[in-house]
């Protein structure tokens, strides 16, 4: 670009140019920075196939994952520490969550000048979350590498304040430990959630995401069940979600942030702009649909093209589909609105005002796909519909105008 300003010179010309590149951000120039790999798309078949590099900052090796429509909203990476390593310390204003891959060992947190250091063990399926300007590190107890995936909101805190020094060297508290010390007790009972009264625990421990127990919700399949942990400041949201075998859920829309992790058994996911409508098979529109198969650890950005996407996923394997779902853009996941206005659930019809696809209304392509995959694996389709997959309908408006939905 050359360096004087030119002003339009006519009616049809514009200052500047039409087409240009986006600028980096800094998020994103800090991900360059690091010099590990940068994962790029709208998902990873499994994540211990990628490729990881030496991460000097945080020691062992590393890479990080920016699925499409995730991009300033939060951020995941992995990281590898060897058998018996430690990762350096470190303390960040962001919220920070990890899911062990593989590997066992023990994470430190504690606050800078606070005297008590909160120690805990993880081991594979764990999760559990760093709060905001805790001092950190995690401890491989054992000899063999362990694998952790972690996700944060660093992107729109280092975007909005630019200065490594004020995320990484700043002596805020923003959180205390109580002095019984027990800030990662796993979780206990199940209560219902603020918001919608759905299941959830407050907790900031998960031992075992693969194999808990997880309550009925019934929301995208027959028989799906569901948890939310509630975890550290809430400022990172997730929850836990299982199909069972043979069973795949309606197709839905949403903007992007939602990234399904697939921690038990493997699938697929069709996901599609709205534009391409319900039915994009059999209208000609097949070209806009993406697809993306994973197993056991890999992932999905359940609505990359940053707009209202359809997002739909298909358990194929014997023992079903059980997801760890990471929306770190946390407090936007309940959606837009002024506050108290009441929002109708995904999960609703789109005959009833909601924005899921009945299975009787969905492109013929997609169960005919399925039963294929199925039958290609020994399993059996279950796809009888009947009982409350049919046809959902809002719940009546509620008295106080707070939202409400499933
Ligand atoms: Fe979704």
Known sequence: MSSAFVAPSGEQTYAGTTRYRRPARPYERFMAEQDIPVYRGIGVRDLRALELRPWARLGGNGAFIQTDGTDGQWGMFLIEVPGGGVTNQERHLYEEVFFVVDGRGTTEVWLEGGPRVQRFEWGPGSMFAIPPNANHRIVNGSSDPALLLAGTNAPPIMNIFSSESFVFDNPARLVD??????????????????????????????????????????????????????????????????????????????????????VKGEGYTYTWPREAGMRPWETGQEHLVKRQEYVAVGMVSAAPGGGD????????????????????????????????????????????????????????????????QLERRGVAPRMGLTGPDRGAAPDAPSQTGRPKGA
Not at 311 to 339: I, K
Not at 343 to 363: C, F
Request: net charge negative.
């Open 177 to 262: 430990f109580a002095d019984d010390g027990d800030y990662y007790r796993p979780p206990e009972d199940i209560v219902p959630d603020p918001v919608r009264g759905r299941a959830m625990w407050r907790t900031n421990l998960v031992p075992d995401v693969v194999n808990v127990e997880l309550p009925l919700d019934n929301e995208r399949s027959p028989g799906y069940r569901r948890v939310e942990p509630h975890m550290a400041t809430d400022a990172f949201f997730c929850f836990i979600g299982q199909h069972e075998p043979g069973r795949y859920s309606k197709a839905h829309r949403h903007p992007s942030g939602a990234v399904l992790i697939c």
């Open 309 to 372: 996407w359809y997002h739909q996923h298909f358990a194929t394997g014997p023992e079903g589909l059980r997801l760890l779902v990471w929306d770190g853009s946390g407090r936007s996941y309940y959606g837009w609105g002024a506050p108290g206005e009441e929002l109708v659930a995904s999960r609703v019809s789109v005959h009833h005002g909601g924005r899921s696809i009945d299975y009787e209304d969905e492109d013929p392509h997609i169960r005919r796909e399925y039963v294929r």
